[in-house]
């Protein structure tokens, strides 16, 4: 596809605009550690990209999902220092800025959490869809990156979605627009690749 016919580009957050690896390696430790968990950080990472309560559920956690979930993401904030910005993440979103691209997000990450960080480091987006307590279905559901179209009136074919996981390319698929791999991510373009 063109570049230069978008008029829309929508970012993940973890892995894509942020390194946000070693905080939840920390925030993952506490929990497993707090809730009894018997699942190691690796297993974790492989989910990544879906809503934390998928995440759960995938690694076969099904009791006390929201309480999880709460003391996760309470720990994840105490440590949101860890969380830093890829160093090319302000120059691009200044460039867009510039030529008057629209921006949005499309993340699993919750609403506080994000809003938080994109004020920490002055980063300002024409559309926000964060996890919102469910409001929305998460990815791979397209739900998010739909809203984020409707509310800025923009078509398909302008907007491409830039993630880093398997899960972001099914969203981008399943809302029909266009992918970009964003190779210095959690996960390689040969391991989306492989599983189709």
Not at 13 to 34: H, P, Q, R
Not at 40 to 52: A, E, H, I, T, W
Request: with cysteine.
């Amino acid at each position: 596809f063109k570049m230069n016919k978008k008029k829309l580009i929508i970012f993940d957050v973890d892995g894509v605009l942020f390194d946000s690896l070693k905080n939840m390696e920390i925030a993952w430790e506490y929990t497993k550690n707090k809730f009894k968990i018997n699942v190691g950080f690796d297993n974790y990472v492989k989910y990544l990209g879906l809503p934390f309560t998928a995440i759960l559920h995938n690694l076969g956690i099904n009791s006390k999902k929201q309480e999880i979930q709460k003391y996760y993401q309470l720990i994840s904030e105490k440590n949101l220092n860890l969380i830093i910005p890829f160093k090319k993440t302000q120059k691009i979103i200044g460039l867009l800025n510039k030529y008057q691209i629209k921006i949005a997000i499309c993340t699993s990450k919750d609403v506080r959490r994000t809003k938080k960080l994109l004020d920490k480091y002055n980063l300002k987006f024409d559309a926000i869809e964060a996890d919102n307590n469910n409001q929305r279905k998460g990815k791979p559901q397209p739900d998010q990156i739909l809203s984020i179209l409707d509310k800025l009136k923009i078509n398909k074919k302008y907007s491409v979605y830039i993630g880093d996981m398997y899960i972001d390319y099914l969203t981008a698929k399943n809302a029909k627009i266009d992918y970009l791999h964003a190779g210095w991510g959690y996960s390689k373009i040969n391991q989306i690749l492989n599983q189709y």
